[in-house]
């Protein structure tokens, strides 16, 4: 148990090492800008010069892929962690990996709910923005890919009942309507796909939130920001919680991303150099640490019951956009990213994140079902549990490539074609996340 626990808090403090503080102070930005190209800012009456933000520049945030490619290896470890904690052999390095990968996945999980808010955040600050425009490709974007892959996990379910999940109170019929709605998460049906609850949130970000900054800027076209929006939205969050316990409190990670987005293009969190890093990944760290300690029950002697789950989402939050910030803005300063192999990695899979994300719990659970069929000795050594688990990485990427390139880029070329500029709109090209070229 000692060993296992040394092991554990060394493989904490190896991974979250680059994790920043997200209560930064205010200072002014001295590297290349992230955006290309930048531009004036339309609501400032100073021309900015180098800023995280540009809103008329059709460029991704540079670092966002790499903050995608984590959170899907550390959900899809969380998985793996979980359909093996019972056959694996008991190696205390193997089970502190195990451990810190159940304690992990739910931070990847927070990080796509992050990045979903912090999508909306900058699509709705566009003065061109149109609502129905952006719930249309939204939804192609989620819900093309998402319904073939239901469809084929349903017909291999048929075939090996063993991947069925019971619904005693729905009929095959309603259970399968209720997936392709998207029930599960906010409403408690049991989900097909693991990660269908997740879906429910991030569909529910996209049809709300953007809706309500519409009607917001039609109330008030004088102002300009959405900042109190956000933080409306996120107190609602969490306000229907605490008073009926469902949807979970991680729905809140979508307008706390909203109110990221907002304070970055207000410019109110900066950094000035790789040297201003540093003090944020101590405090980033702690909070992670604390999180993790409620986590494991350390702090019930002193936390009441009622406020440790706030508690415990107010520590994860700072982590999480902690380690957003840190991708966001190190990559004005540290040129590692494209270089290293992991690195071009971590953006393989960060271009590919929806797909994973979607495909890796089904690939992992096939590839361990045959698994213990085939070689039920195979969890008996820890490297052959390692090889199984790196071939069930291998395998879930590979597959979600295909759907990328098969699914989501057809997807996309779909939503393309169904765009129409308005005359007097910006005609440049587009970027869309799920292609791999440019659209013109």
Known sequence: MNAGWLCRNINLAVVFALLSNFFSTRMTLTAPPIFEPTSTRVDSPKAVTSTVWSKLGPSRWIGLDLVRGSAAILVFLFHYAGMTAGRTASNPAWEALESTSLLLGSVGTNLLLLLCGLLIGKSVSHKDFSYREFVVKRSIRLYFPYIVILLLASVFAAVFPAFSKPHPDQNDLEYFLSQLLLVPGLFPDRPFLTVTWTLSYIFAGYCVLPFLASAYRRLFPERTGYLGIWIASLLVCLGVFFAYGAPSIRLSYIPAGCILAELLRQDRVRLSGPRHLLPMIGIGSVALLCRFGIELHLADSFLAPTFKPLVYFLFGLTAVSSFTLFSIFSSRFIRFSASTL???????????????????????????????????????????????????????????????????????????????????????????????????
Request: net charge positive; aromatic share 16%.
């Open 342 to 440: 992991f690195g071009k990695l971590l953006n393989f899979i960060g271009k590919r994140g929806y797909s994973f994300y979607l495909l890796h719990g089904a690939t992992t659970k096939a590839i361990l079902f045959f698994a213990v069929y085939l070689v039920p000795a195979a969890f008996n050594w820890w490297v052959t549990d390692l090889l199984l688990l790196l071939f069930c990485f291998a395998s879930a990427l590979g597959i979600s490539h295909l759907s990328y390139e098969l699914l989501e880029t057809s997807g996309t070329i779909v939503l393309y074609s169904l765009r129409k500029s308005p005359q007097g709109r910006d005609q440049s090209p587009l970027r869309f996340p799920g292609v791999s070229r440019q659209l013109t």
